[in-house]
């Protein structure tokens, strides 16, 4: 794979070069500023795009959304983790060294990277986040996956990353959180309605006004219509009267 991206003419090398060179015409306070989203910053909005995810699904909708969104949202982390373990034997056996060890002239922002480069670490944490998320709410999954496109272009303007790098990351960080999602929700969701429906940990799920909402509309429907129907009155047989 290394052999690869030798070539100047490569395609990868090519975009790799465009993206990196921004760096000339920026001043130094942007690329620190680049420096710390890439490395830290999105995959913080993204957890806080999540958490901000959870109190939205858990304060509307019905108590059957609640349960199947809480259930996505808690696989999306989960999601993340798993492709990075994936990862690990890929990145081992195409052993792929970072761009800036074959190419000269490039303007490295992070300093002491020594590990393989394919597949980037943070795009494949990134989309795993953004399509867990995506799978539990599509407004703010869209966000996120916004957020994780950014994070691959950063990774190639900080010099750490080919292209293919982070489009790589992008596709195994799908790849596991939907493929999977099936699984992981027929594990998840009997547990978080079994989280909702405990009177200690319901807020987890469900907001408390939504819980009394939904004990009111419960209440109705078992109660019924609890009018009594005008039945005619019960008269003695006017033949056993006149015995």
Do not use: Q
Not at 40 to 60: A, D, E, K
Not at 200 to 229: I, K, M, P, Y
């Amino acid at each position: 794979m290394a052999g690869l991206v030798l070539d100047g003419s490569n395609p990868d090398v090519s975009l790799l070069y465009d993206i990196n060179g921004l760096t000339k015409d920026t001043p130094s306070w942007f690329d620190a500023a680049m420096k710390f989203v890439g490395e830290f910053g999105i995959l913080s909005v993204l957890v806080l795009v999540l958490v901000w995810c959870w109190w939205s699904v858990r304060r509307r909708g019905t108590a059957e959304d609640s349960v199947s969104a809480v259930a996505g949202l808690i696989w999306a982390p989960l999601a993340s983790g798993l492709a990075l373990l994936v990862n690990i034997p890929i990145r081992d056996f195409v052993e792929r060294p970072r761009p800036f060890v074959d190419h000269k002239g490039l303007d490295v922002l992070v300093a002491g990277k020594t590990d393989f480069s394919f597949v980037s670490d943070h795009a494949t944490m990134a989309m795993a986040l953004g399509a867990g998320i995506f799978i539990a709410h599509r407004k703010f999954g869209l966000a996120a996956i916004a957020l994780a496109l950014f994070e691959g272009f950063c990774r190639v303007y900080m010099g750490v990353h080919y292209p293919t790098d982070v489009i790589g990351g992008f596709a195994l960080g799908t790849a596991v959180a939907l493929l999977l999602t099936p699984l992981a929700l027929a594990l998840l969701t009997p547990l978080v309605s079994a989280v909702a429906g405990s009177a200690r940990t319901a807020w987890f799920v469900r907001s408390r006004h939504l819980r009394e909402a939904d004990r009111t509309a419960g209440a109705g429907a078992v109660g019924g219509d609890t009018r009594t129907l005008d039945l005619p009155e019960h008269r003695p047989d006017d033949n056993n009267l006149a015995a």
